[in-house]
């Protein structure tokens, strides 16, 4: 069995989320830019597989290619 805990958060506590919340942020954004900026060095396509179309008439089911 857990037994919480309940404590005040004290000052400190809450500066110090705000500003690991900051740098996530700052990684993130970072991150964001190397990516796009490797896709538009690519082109900005991505080919993938060719599309299915599924077509169901009660128990018959039709697979289209293409």
């Not at 964001?32 to 538009?40: G, T």
Request: no cysteine; aromatic share 4%.
């Amino acid at each position: 069995m857990t037994v919480e805990i309940h404590r005040p958060k004290t000052f400190l506590r809450r500066v110090e989320r705000g500003l690991v919340g900051i740098a996530m942020a700052v990684v993130a954004f970072i991150l964001e830019r190397v990516v796009m900026k490797s896709v538009r060095k690519e082109g900005g396509t991505v080919k993938g597989p060719p599309g299915k179309v599924v077509t169901s008439k009660g128990g018959e089911v039709d697979i289209d290619k293409g």
